[in-house]
C-alpha cells in the first residue's frame, strides 16, 4: 500500500530549478516527509525531511503544503550530477526502529 | 551525515557457495540495522531488521535460514547470502541509524553475481 505518489519520471534543463512533486494524502499528524535519492549503482542519499514547515539546506528545498497533502522537493540549480532517482517518504519519525519503504520514485534527468 | 560502508563492493561467486557481506556504521553507533535488496530497474526492498544482540526480524518472503544476519557489535552488521543461486544476484544495500535520530543512513551498497 503506496503511501506517496511520484511522477515516474521529470526533465529539468541543467542550471534550471528541478520541482518533484510528490503526493502524500493519507498522511498521518505524526508522520514526517522525506527525501532521498539514488544515484546509478549507488546506496540512497538522504537529501531532507520535514513535518509542516518549509525546510531548507545546502542541498534543496522542501515545500509542504498547508494541509500536509503532497510537497514538493526543490533542486534551485540542477546540475547533471543531479540526475538520479528521487524518492518521497512519510515515516513517523523517532521509531527508529521502523525501516523507510521505498515506492518506484521520480526519475529525474538533467539535460545539458 | 553519518557514514556507512560495506564489503565488498562487488562480489561473483560460484552457485552453491556462501558469500558475506559486511555493513560497518564508521562514526557512530548503530542499535539497529537493516537489509535491502535492489533488482534491475526496480525499488529497494526491505529484506530484514538488526538490532545489536538480538535475531533480525525478517519480512515476509525473506528466508531467514538462506539470509542469515549478525549483528554482533554496535558498528557490524553481516548478511550472509548461503548457498547461493544465480536468482540472489542483486544489488545489496545496508542502512543504519544514529540512536534515536530519525534518519536513516545507507551504505554504498553491494553487487553480487552469482554464476
Known amino acids: 500500500d503506496a503511501k506517496t505518489t511520484q511522477p515516474p519520471s521529470m526533465d529539468c534543463a541543467e542550471g534550471r530549478a528541478a520541482n518533484l512533486p510528490c503526493n502524500h494524502s493519507?498522511?498521518?499528524?505524526?508522520?514526517?516527509v522525506y527525501w532521498y535519492r539514488q544515484i546509478h549503482s549507488q546506496g540512497p542519499q538522504y537529501i531532507i525531511h520535514g513535518l509542516k514547515n518549509n525546510e531548507t539546506n545546502e542541498m534543496a528545498s522542501l515545500i509542504i503544503t498547508e494541509d500536509r497533502k503532497s510537497s514538493t522537493l526543490i533542486l534551485p540549480h540542477a546540475t547533471l550530477r543531479d540526475t538520479a532517482v528521487y524518492y518521497c517518504?512519510?515515516?513517523?519519525?523517532?521509531?527508529?526502529?521502523?525501516?523507510?519503504?521505498f515506492g518506484k520514485g521520480t526519475r529525474l534527468s538533467v539535460i545539458a | 551525515g553519518a557514514v556507512v560502508s560495506q564489503h565488498p563492493s562487488w562480489v561473483i561467486c560460484k552457485s552453491g557457495t556462501s558469500v558475506k557481506i559486511e555493513c560497518r556504521s564508521l562514526d557512530f553507533q548503530a542499535t539497529t540495522m537493516f537489509w535491502y535488496r535492489q533488482f534491475p530497474k526496480q525499488s529497494l526492498m526491505l529484506m530484514a531488521t538488526?538490532?545489536?544482540?538480538?535475531?533480525?526480524?525478517?519480512e515476509q518472503g525473506v528466508e531467514k535460514d538462506k539470509f542469515l544476519i549478525n549483528h554482533a557489535s554496535l558498528t557490524l552488521s553481516t548478511l550472509t547470502v548461503t548457498s547461493a543461486h544465480p536468482e540472489d544476484s542483486s544489488f545489496y544495500i545496508c542502512s543504519a541509524r544514529v540512536g534515536l535520530a530519525d534518519t536513516q543512513y545507507f551504505g554504498p551498497g553491494t553487487r553480487l553475481t552469482v554464476l
Open positions: 517518504i512519510v515515516r513517523v519519525a523517532k521509531e527508529g526502529n521502523t525501516p523507510l519503504v
Open positions: 538488526s538490532n545489536e544482540g538480538s535475531k533480525a526480524t525478517y
Open positions: 493519507t498522511i498521518s499528524g505524526n508522520e514526517y
